[in-house]
């Protein structure tokens, strides 16, 4: 992170954009976009040193609400977009942010890879069990029996991804859940996280709630992880596969050091061409 | 000369081989015996359906002069048995004037080959291998094509020294006995004109691939970011990039997929760093939808795509050139982009750099189609030219105030800020945006942007590159990639029979230049058109941007098989 001691300190405002999210009244994101800028504000990286990084669906929207580089790309390939910028540009402070659906459905190859990859950066993902953008249908996260889409009338039938025990399975460096209403939480998770080397996953529980109304309900069932984060796989794992979804806090913090791409440089090309004489 | 080269001074050689036989190791030692003559040449390697080992055959050409392609027919085939030779039989065109060589004891000689009419020498390769410790017929048989040619034992010796050095003296020496046993062999058996001249030669020259060409042209166009997924025949392009890049400080990632590696080859690039991605068709059509993304948030990025057999998984290792349409066409939307090929082995390295030159200058996405047949062939060149092409992007300017990315201007390149830069910040987007970036639907909008993105391409001067385009006449042939070369021998065959026939190989397949085209067919009263697709791709693409002549004809022949210079011939001979 870029060296402020002399700069004014920045304020909330200095991340924040004068753009109007389009997102429904009450809808989750609006409080997980202040996390995010709360969390800028405390870590005082430079806007123009940062960048966000989303794929497609309402809670990708999220880099034009903030004043930092942006890219919204396609459905599905914000993480792949991520780390090539993270690994071409070290020196970057690059965060990830999407929906349930893009980041697991579309997107979830270029998930496991991430996690297994361990580039630093952030990924905050907000799950409301939901495709918020396309009205309304089960996403991976989404309970089997849930019957409020016209395409899976009578409930999806299958089990929903646990995200968070495949992000440890598949190396995942840090790994938290926070719950959309719970700013400072939610903020201080995504300080953590960037702070922390390699893959950082954070589970937001952000309700849509237009498409799943009953997700209001969430703030009486979220409750702080009873226990302290650990850094041993075994017993995160224990912990994730046992619980309701329902725990938040950092549950895991693991030790990897970050994969960086090599590059010795120093060469100059002429000597490379050399080798292609007779 | 036989009847075989019309191109003058060259000599044609297959040698096959079953798995273990070692006739790529052969051929490739025999260009480079070639080469120590101060001859040129190339070999194309063709190898049957295992993943490795397996029965194959090595192409040689070999010249007095640069060679682009492979010939009509072969002056020697060099079979070391006869095992499964039928699966490559359809790729050796023998005549009369062939000479076969094989082993006396390899058992009947194939009806597919004595059907040719191509005299038989049934020599004992095996047996005279078995006379040297450690020995192989295979190179039984360089010392039998060496001295046929007309290759001295130095050039040959230099070879073994370069190549078998590293294995002992041991290996070395074995070598070396079976070379001098095999010139012995040579002097029973004869074959007119294929005597390779040793030439007096201070050009500096390379032994290099097409892949190798296009990843050396990345990293001379100031590529320093690459997300690769490997896929025949495009591998050796990200593998020569991989240790190469990191070496002039860059990085190269081995990405999950193809929807990762072109994302995170746009996520470098948006960090400023000029980036790559190489592919094949399999690859290249996963990658349409965020090559879109990279054309909307006129992010420049390349892709090579190394041409297989398609469609699906086709003929992964064989040339065709059948990606066109997806190269120039496949995206969804309005979507003007940058389409090139090349032309030849030694063009791998120019069409590189050069379309990184592009994508730079104009903030836009590109796609260079080189092919199997290019970029798997290891040709003797000369030392290609340093070339101005380097990568330069137009940023913004220090103290803009209100900034705004997606500026409408008159050249339609608007000035990008990178990451790291006060004052720039900006979200990049696929959705349709204002010149803020701000997305929106409006018509307005939409249709200022279009016009900028279109801008783009339709104002800016590409110069000659546009084209090769060689000799005059009223009678041209049309053509582009590894066409060009056997096209080009065509034309060369065609003024021996009196028939000046001019040739225009296209570069820039888009954006199209309908003006540079119709200026070069100017006074063209019969055109040609030369394609390896079955579906004649390249005519229709031209029918869609260019006015042709009345009298068109199209040659057109889907891979595997390489389109033959005299193939071609023909179809120009019909006219005159
Ligand atoms: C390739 C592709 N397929 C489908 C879509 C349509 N689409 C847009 S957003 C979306 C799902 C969004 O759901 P989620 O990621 O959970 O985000 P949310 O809207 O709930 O925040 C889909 C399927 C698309 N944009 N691109
Ligand atoms: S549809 Fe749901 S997720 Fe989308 S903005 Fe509305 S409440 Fe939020």
Redesign the pocket.
């Known amino acids: 992170m870029a060296d402020t001691s002399e700069a004014p300190r920045l304020t909330f405002r200095s991340y924040k954009s004068d753009y109007k999210p389009v997102w429904c009244p009450g809808c989750g ?1 609006f409080s997980v976009l202040n996390s995010i800028l709360k969390a800028l504000t405390e870590l005082q990286v430079k806007p123009e040193d940062t960048a966000i990084i989303s ?6 929207r999220i880099p034009a609400y903030t004043s930092v580089y942006g890219f919204h790309g ?3 390939r914000a993480l792949a977009l991520a780390s090539g910028l993270k690994l071409a540009r070290p020196d970057l402070t690059v965060l990830a942010t ?6 697991f459905s ?1 997107g979830g190859n270029h998930f496991m890879h991430a996690c297994r990859r361990n580039v630093d950066m952030t990924y905050i993902v ?1 799950d ?1 069990q ?5 009205k309304g249908q089960a ?1 991976p996260t989404t309970a089997p029996e849930w019957e409020g889409s016209k395409l899976t009338p009578q409930g999806t039938g299958i089990n929903p991804f646990q995200p968070l025990a495949i992000a440890l399975a598949a190396g995942a460096n840090f790994i938290g859940r926070g719950f959309a209403a719970d700013q400072n939480g939610v903020a201080k998770l995504i300080t953590e996280g960037v702070r922390h080397p390699g893959f950082s996953f954070i589970q937001v529980l952000s309700p ?1 709630v237009t498409f799943r109304p009953e997700q209001r309900d969430w703030r009486d069932i979220v409750r702080p992880a009873p226990v302290e984060p650990t850094s041993n796989l075994s017993t995160a794992g224990k912990r994730l596969m046992g619980d309701d979804g329902f725990n938040t806090g950092v549950l895991f913090i693991g030790n990897r050091p970050s994969y960086v791409a090599e590059s010795g440089g120093g060469t100059d090309l002429a000597e490379i061409e050399k080798s292609f004489a007779l | 000369m036989t009847k075989n080269n019309t191109l003058t001074d060259t000599v044609s050689i297959a040698l096959t081989g079953s798995g273990g036989a070692g006739v790529v190791t052969a051929g490739q030692m025999l260009v480079q015996a070639a080469a120590n003559a101060g001859c040129y040449g190339l070999m194309v390697r063709s190898s049957g359906p295992q993943i490795r080992g397996g029965e194959s055959a090595a192409y040689v050409r070999l010249g007095s002069d640069q060679v682009d392609n492979l010939g009509d027919a072969f002056d020697i085939m060099f079979a070391v048995d006869w095992l499964n030779v039928e699966r490559f039989i359809a790729e050796i065109p023998l005549s009369e004037n062939s000479l076969v060589i094989c082993d006396a004891e390899a058992g009947d000689v194939p009806d597919v080959i004595t059907a040719t009419g191509a005299k038989i020498a049934a020599l004992p390769l095996q047996k005279t291998a078995a006379e040297t410790k450690g020995g192989r017929p295979n190179m039984v048989g360089l010392g039998i094509l060496a001295a046929l040619i007309g290759i001295a034992d130095e050039a040959v010796e230099g070879t073994l020294e370069k190549v078998l050095g590293r294995k002992g003296s041991e290996a070395m020496a074995s070598s070396r006995d079976c070379v001098h046993a095999g010139r012995e062999l040579a002097r029973d058996i004869s074959q007119d004109g294929v005597t390779l001249q040793a030439q007096d030669n201070d050009a500096e020259r390379w032994t290099i691939t097409g892949n190798e060409m296009a990843g050396l042209g990345a990293l001379r166009g100031g590529v320093r970011f690459v997300a690769a997924y490997p896929i025949t025949p495009a591998t050796e392009v990200l593998e020569w990039l991989a240790p190469n890049l990191a070496k002039v400080g860059g990085s190269l990632v081995q990405a999950e997929d193809e929807l990762a590696s072109i994302n995170m080859a746009i996520g470098g690039s948006f960090g400023g760093i000029p980036s790559l991605t190489a592919t094949s068709g399999p690859g290249l059509a996963l990658m349409m ?1 965020s090559f879109g993304l990279a054309l909307a948030s006129e992010t420049p990025v390349v892709i090579i795509n190394v041409m297989r057999g398609g469609p699906s998984t086709g003929i992964p290792t064989k040339s065709e050139q059948s990606d066109l349409n997806i190269a120039v066409y496949g995206m969804h939307g309005d979507a003007p982009h940058i389409t090139t090929a090349a032309t030849s082995v030694s063009d791998c390295l120019f069409t590189t750099q050069w379309t990184v030159h592009l994508a730079e200058a104009l903030q836009c996405p590109a796609i260079v189609l080189t092919d199997q047949s290019l970029g798997q062939t290891r040709a003797i060149v000369n030392k290609p030219a340093d070339l101005a092409f380097i990568a330069k992007r137009e940023t913004m300017a220090e103290g803009t105030e209100n900034y705004r990315r997606y500026a409408v201007t008159a050249s339609g390149v608007s000035p990008m800020s990178i990451p790291g830069m006060a004052d720039g910040t900006y979200v990049a987007d696929g959705l349709e945006h204002n010149p803020r970036g701000t997305p929106t639907s409006q018509a307005e909008d939409h249709s200022d942007q279009l016009d900028k993105r279109q801008r783009k391409l339709d104002t800016y001067d590409f110069g000659d590159h546009w084209a090769e385009i060689l000799g005059d006449g009223e009678t041209a042939i049309v053509t582009w990639g590894s066409c060009t070369g056997p096209a080009r021998e065509a034309c060369e065959q065609a003024a021996a029979d009196g028939l000046d026939v001019k040739l225009i190989s296209l570069r820039l397949l888009a954006p199209a230049q309908t003006d540079r085209f119709q200026e070069a067919i100017k006074g063209v009263k019969r055109m040609l058109v030369v394609e390896q697709t079955h579906s004649q791709q390249f005519y229709k693409y031209l029918r869609a941007h260019y006015d042709l002549p009345d009298d068109v004809k199209v040659f057109n022949q889907p891979g595997p098989l390489p389109v033959r210079p005299g193939l071609v011939h023909e179809q120009l001979k019909s006219w005159s």
């Not at chain 1, 939901?130 to 396309?134: D, E, H, N, R, S």
């Open positions: 994101d794929g497609i669906g309402c809670s990708s396609v459905h599905g999407g929906g349930d659906g893009d980041g579309i907000m409301n939901v495709y918020g953008m396309t996403s849509c | 939808e």
